[in-house]
């Protein structure tokens, strides 16, 4: 009974294996075909840009000190912090906040320590440059003015994006209009379209020195201050069917 089922079960098998293998080439086939890809589709790409006003300052306030010991140097620069933003708190206008902190020892020539250094910041942040110039004219007294920096409000970037989506969307209609007319076709349909921002680009502007203000000098008179511009870029790419 077992050859007989030896031999049945051998012969199921060779009856399969031709069929097997009549199949492989032509699976093979089917999968090594060419993709099939429509006629007359396009690949487009649409770009709209502006320079847009920058609409933020920040202006960075500092203090350095040295001395022999470095807690009553800490306590020092953190009186002349905090005198800063007590004086900035009475402008609705700015905002200030504290800024980067630090203090390192000075050596002799023999690698000992013979003093200690320290530095405190202020930074005061405002839309109204008039506001934030005449502040931190008022606090040269206690701080000098280190970096002038301008910068692009989110609400700006995202209003000046809005208005430039619809221009880059625009162009890109237009030309997938006149492609499809100087190719032959009637018209056009969108098969896929991206949206994308480049984010912003701002132009370089020349930054105020630290020496432009003199901590010690009782100076109340705002310091000028103009803002410059920043690159928005909006990209609209895709491919149309031309019909």
Request: glycine share 6%; with cysteine.
């Amino acid at each position: 009974m077992k050859k007989n089922t030896a031999r049945a079960i051998a012969l199921a098998l060779a009856c399969i294996a031709p069929t097997a293998l009549a199949l492989t080439p032509a699976v093979a086939r089917a999968q090594n075909a060419p993709q099939y890809q429509p006629a007359g589709v396009l690949s487009l790409n649409a770009q709209a840009s502006a320079d847009v006003p920058q609409d933020v300052v920040d202006i960075t306030l500092f203090y350095e000190q040295e001395a022999k010991d470095p807690s009553a140097l800490t306590s020092t620069l953190n009186q002349r912090a905090d005198s800063a933003l007590q004086k900035a708190k009475g402008v609705n206008e700015v905002t200030a906040r504290t800024g980067s902190f630090s203090i390192y020892p000075s050596t002799d020539r023999d690698g000992r320590i013979s003093a200690w250094r320290g530095r405190t910041e202020v930074v005061l942040k405002s839309r109204d440059f008039a506001a934030a110039s005449k502040l931190a004219g008022q606090l040269a007294s206690i701080m000098q003015v280190g970096n002038v920096q301008f910068s692009l409000s989110p609400e700006a970037q995202r209003a000046a994006e809005q208005k430039l989506t619809g221009e880059a969307i625009k162009s890109f209609r237009e030309q997938a209009a006149s492609s499809a007319q100087a190719f032959g076709y009637g018209g056009y349909s969108i098969r896929e379209v991206n949206v994308g921002h480049n984010g912003v680009i701002p132009r370089p502007m020349m930054m105020m020195s630290a020496r432009a203000m003199s901590a010690d000098a009782k100076v109340s008179a705002p310091m000028p201050i103009e803002g410059g511009t920043s690159t928005v870029t909006v990209n609209v790419s895709g491919s149309v069917q031309m019909k």
